[in-house]
């Protein structure tokens, strides 16, 4: 587990059985047993829509960094 990943709010990386390959809050894999899938980008929009950061099946960065001005 990445050390950011010990800060991470997501109660996926406490479980044993979590139910997704990646978290959605720091992209860090919380279950290697789940199979990584190519998600569309309908889907990738549904989860930035969400609230998600990362994608949970493939571990894409969802959200756009911001720019500096």
Same mark, same amino acid.
């Given at each position: 587990?990445?050390?950011?990943?010990?800060?991470?709010?997501?109660?996926?990386?406490?479980?044993? @059985?979590a139910p997704v390959?990646?978290?959605?809050?720091?992209?860090?894999?919380?279950? @290697?047993?789940?199979?990584?899938?190519?998600?569309?980008?309908?889907?990738?929009?549904?989860?930035?829509?969400?609230?998600?950061?990362?994608?949970? @099946?493939?571990?894409?960065?969802?959200?756009?960094?911001?720019?500096?001005?």
């Amino acid at each position: 587990m990445r050390q950011d990943a010990l800060l991470c709010p997501n109660l996926n990386h406490r479980r044993s @059985d979590a139910p997704v390959r990646f978290c959605p809050s720091c992209g860090d894999v919380v279950n @290697d047993k789940v199979t990584s899938i190519r998600c569309a980008s309908t889907n990738h929009d549904a989860r930035r829509r969400g609230g998600s950061i990362f994608c949970v @099946d493939c571990g894409e960065r969802l959200a756009k960094a911001l720019s500096a001005r």
